[in-house]
């Protein structure tokens, strides 16, 4: 069991290294309106550990985030690994608990390492209304939580269940394809139950609302109009080929950087 708990810290060791040397030097050109258009965003809570939404987002700075995985470090050699990657916590309440095995649960390792429930704290009605009388019409004031880019899948049951469960919270689900959303659907019946997820979604609370990305909506037709633009570019290129057979790499080069999406 110990050589193996130090196989999973070297992984995610590993991990931390591969995410910080090549992932996060990598330009990020497109950007999600989605996300842009839900206007201001005060928090987020992050099952991912690079920080892309405040290098995108987050144009003011002023978005609090809490890592619930652990974040990679902006300097390796300073701090410890505070990641979490561990497997799911099904039926925690009636397995027996080891010691040894339950280092490898998510919830020990986010314990652990320490990677904070802020989130908790965003779900408290004093947090939220902070500075104001807690009439009526605050304490009816709702919580709008989106997620984005996130399965829904059972290993984050818990944080999922306080989320969606808390009577103030109003959920928007995005999914990017009709395969995603029949996943998304199927891991919120394991995690709260049909009867929950038909009365929140579509009874008359309306609770919990699936949306399509909008970029998706048009994506058939951006790829028809690449593919027109490209084969445009390649009878110019062929044109050149023709009238010219002396055609070097840099001709070539010049001509994939031309292609839409190459």
Do not use: P
């Amino acid at each position: 069991i110990r050589q193996l708990q130090k196989d999973l810290d070297n992984l995610i060791l590993l991990f931390e290294i591969y995410l910080k040397r090549i992932v996060q030097k990598k330009e990020i050109k497109n950007i999600i309106y989605d996300i842009e258009n839900i206007g201001k965003i005060d928090k987020v809570l992050s099952f991912n550990y690079t920080n892309t939404f405040k290098k995108i987002y987050d144009k003011n700075e002023d978005t609090e985030i809490n890592f619930i995985h652990g974040k990679c470090r902006d300097d390796l050699t300073i701090g410890f690994n505070n990641m979490v990657l561990g497997i799911d916590d099904y039926n925690i309440e009636k397995e027996i608990i080891k010691i040894d095995t339950i280092y490898f649960k998510k919830y020990f390792q986010r314990i652990w390492k320490s990677t904070g429930v802020e989130y908790k704290k965003w779900l408290s009605l004093d947090n939220i209304n902070s500075g104001k009388d807690l009439d009526k019409e605050s304490k009816k004031e709702s919580i709008n939580i989106y997620f984005f880019g996130h399965s829904l899948d059972f290993s984050d049951e818990d944080i999922l269940k306080e989320l969606i469960n808390n009577e103030r919270t109003k959920i928007t689900i995005f999914y990017n394809n009709r395969q995603s959303y029949s996943s998304q659907i199927k891991n919120l019946v394991n995690i709260i139950g049909k009867s929950k997820l038909l009365e929140y979604a579509y009874i008359h609370t309306k609770k919990i609302e699936f949306k399509e990305q909008e970029c998706t909506q048009y994506y058939g037709e951006l790829k028809k109009i690449e593919a027109f633009e490209n084969y445009k570019k390649y009878l110019e290129f062929k044109l050149k080929v023709d009238s010219n057979k002396t055609i070097n790499d840099e001709d070539i080069s010049n001509f994939k950087k031309e292609l839409i999406n190459f």
